[in-house]
């Protein structure tokens, strides 16, 4: 048992505190190789100054103590009884982490990214980018502008702004169920005239069959019920076109780095995650697998510190 502010019950390895730093380490370097490779290039990301990174670690802080009160009641509904929870599903309206507003409004979209930092160790953006790769293997030798991209659940939009960064010609959509994250997504890429936004839910997106080249999809099935799960990957697989690339990333499960179980064990124990453990030990990739019932063929998996990257295609 673990002490603290939330008492965790753990029955399975848990990684040091060197480990771990080993680990960021491992990621960094392989961070470093892609961009010496040309994979994708050194990321710039918006905001880099020190005094926008000092008014986003106080807007952490000052939110801690709401964050921390509701942990300690396990209240988990505030974000339902939102105007904005209005039309959208019961397992999106809730406040994952604890955080104040769920997903839902523009103060926790313009937190986000900070809370995720910080709770990765500053690997988040590093972890996603492990995405990448597989694309600029997939786009090498084509006609970027002929290329259709959709970032499925994009969130506050940091992955698209590493894409397009990678792929500046490409045509690019980001989807989201959040009207505040989509803001923040437009604000954030404000002036990139090869992205769009539209809201949706991706259990029904609004696109035709066989009308996107690449999807991608990052940390958004931990946070989904297991059949929800499972009408998403039909959507993404509807729409992919025959021998297009479907690249997922998210957090690692039961058995992909044993010394990590631990550490998996506990995060739904400290944060509001209520779907965590049954995604752990849902069957994704390979043969069987959630993907492969879609139509989709799992190519190669991808460990990234925390995260592990799925690469697919679809025949």
Not at 101 to 110: H, I, N, P, Q, R
Not at 208 to 218: N, Q, R
Not at 291 to 313: M, Y
Request: aromatic share 10%; glycine share 8%; hydrophobic share 40%.
């Amino acid at each position: 048992m673990i002490s603290g502010a939330a008492r965790v019950e753990i029955s399975r390895p848990v990684p040091g505190l060197w480990k771990l730093f080993q680990d960021v380490l491992k990621l960094q370097a392989q961070d470093a190789l892609n961009v010496r490779d040309g994979l994708y290039p050194a990321p710039i990301e918006e905001g880099g100054t020190l005094s926008s990174h000092i008014g986003a670690v106080r807007r952490l802080f000052a939110d801690l103590p709401q964050s921390a009160g509701r942990r300690a009641g396990k209240r988990t509904d505030e974000a339902a009884a939102l105007p904005e929870a209005e039309g959208l599903p019961a397992y999106y309206a809730q406040n994952f982490h604890y955080q104040s507003g769920g997903y839902l409004t523009e103060e926790s979209a313009k937190l986000y990214d900070v809370q995720v930092e910080t709770l990765f160790m500053g690997a988040a953006g590093a972890m996603r980018r492990q995405a990448i790769p597989p694309i600029a293997k997939f786009v090498r030798g084509r006609d970027q502008r002929q290329l259709r991209l959709l970032d499925v659940a994009c969130g506050s939009g940091r992955f698209l702004h590493q894409l397009v960064q990678a792929f500046p010609a490409m045509q690019m959509t980001g989807t989201d169920l959040s009207q505040a994250y989509l803001a923040e997504a437009a604000r954030h890429l404000h002036g990139r005239r090869t992205v769009s936004f539209q809201q949706a839910n991706a259990e029904a997106l609004p696109f035709e069959a066989a009308s996107f080249d690449i999807v991608t999809c990052v940390y958004l099935y931990h946070e989904l019920p297991d059949e929800v799960r499972r009408r998403v990957t039909a959507e993404i697989a509807r729409i992919l076109k025959p021998g297009g690339l479907f690249v997922f990333v998210d957090s690692l499960q039961w058995g992909d780095v044993e010394a990590y179980d631990g550490l998996l064990e506990a995060f739904p124990q400290r944060f509001h995650e209520p779907y965590y453990l049954d995604y752990l030990s849902d069957r994704l990739g390979g043969a069987g697998g959630v993907f492969a019932q879609a139509g989709l063929r799992t190519d190669e998996t991808v460990p990234a510190f925390l995260s592990k990257a799925i690469v697919c295609s679809k025949g």
